[in-house]
């Protein structure tokens, strides 16, 4: 009997040739073409959710001069770049293609090529695997992290080697499949940005504008102005304890670290997966507190708030807490108003630092906020609650998509 060898672990039925070992410049060309007439203004840099995009949607600005652009490469739809820069999640830097744009500009920094004798999908997911990250690693010279930037020579790249189907037909099913799938996820993923769209939108019009003391939009029923409070005179503060990322451990007691507030946790924190050894010094929940990061690299990263649903949730360090009494204000109504409008342009306004940002129980006690009757409060709070609902369920769905594609990745190819 043969021995397979270089076969992945999964396959499509009918399907039963070993894979060949290919170069990168055996079924690619280098494209060294320059931008000298100008034929595109559009500076692109690889974004590593959506792939090559253009330099003012990723950056929010223009990083390259018009002047430069002469003497960048110009890209054509279809076509791959390597950026070697380096990052998180991306140690051997970024592989992508151009999909987005007919064609566009990049650095001289960046490879550039083009597939034959392949299938370009397949190619494409190959480089979203880490399956290449060895090769790259084995050409890259002596002080390979200087300045963020790997040291790669081009001719060392395309001498890099990877497994392939020698049928093209399997090429292009395995290409067709993780495309769809990456079609699930981008489709997913636009309908998470419009409930979040929505969402911001909805805000805007059930909490008053500036100037306002009643909203654009309300619940049957409700009528009058709403009343300003400064937080300060109605709310006790406190801080969290203690605790980083290197204390977490697989499980454990449930705990809500600072950094997470503004990267995985909507307006009511229900469900909580970080975990460590409780201390007797911990600071633990009550349920209903409101919190809002302490540290942070923006102001409008920290300048938000969040609302502990449960009792016994260690808080950790770097969290300010703050207390109302619940006869009178509704929490989620509280932490919706000190996260949107004006309450959070003043709270962005009262944050120190410049490298790292700080926010203080001082800073927070300063801020305004309008209050309706509080059935009103909780009519908003409930309904807001609600809707991050919605955002999370759309949140997990992309999460798994992702898993599922991960898994896809490290199983289907060599």
Known sequence: MKETKNVP???????????EVKKLGEVSDRVTRKNENLESTLPLT????????????????????TTNLRNYFLVKNGEFAYNKSY????????????????????????????????????????YDTDKWYKQVSEIAAEGARNHGLLN???????QTIFATPMSEIE???????????????????????????????????????????VPKMRFAGFSGEWEEKKL????????????SKNDLIPDGDPIILYGRMYTNYETVISNIDTFVHKLDSSV????????????????????RASVVEKEGIILGGDINIISLPKSVYDSSFVALSI???????????????????????????????????????QKIGHFFSKYDSLISAQQKEIDKLKDIKKSLLQKMFV
Not at 9 to 19: A, E, I, T
Not at 152 to 158: C, E, H, K, L, S
């Open 152 to 158: 790669i020579a081009p001719n060392d790249f395309f």
């Open 339 to 377: 996260s949107h409008g004006e309450s959070q342009k003043e709270l962005c306004q009262n944050a120190q630092g410049k490298t790292i940002v700080h926010l203080h129980n001082d800073d927070i006690s300063k801020i305004s906020i309008l209050f309706p009757s509080l059935t009103e409060q």
């Open 232 to 243: 300060g005179e109605i709310a006790v503060f406190s801080k969290g304890h203690g605790y």
């Open 284 to 303: 633990l929940s009550k349920g209903g507190e409101i919190i809002v990061p302490a540290s942070g690299e923006t102001a409008e990263d920290i300048a």
């Open 171 to 213: 090429q292009q099913k395995i290409g067709a499949f993780l495309s769809h799938v990456d079609s699930l996820i981008q489709a997913n993923t636009k309908k998470l940005e419009s409930l979040k769209a929505v969402k911001k939108s909805l805000l805007q019009k059930c909490f008053p504008k500036a100037g306002a003391k």
């Open 87 to 126: 990052s998180a999640g991306y140690p051997w830097g970024a592989i992508k293609r151009l999909d987005r744009y007919e064609k566009g500009v990049l650095s001289t920094l960046y490879i550039v090529f083009k597939p034959k004798n392949i299938n370009s999908d397949y190619l494409l997911s190959y």
């Open 46 to 65: 690889i974004s590593a959710q959506y792939g090559l995009v253009d330099q003012i949607t990723f950056f929010n600005n223009q990083v390259a001069s």
């Open 9 to 19: 672990q999964l396959r499509f039925s009918g399907f039963n040739d070993d894979w």
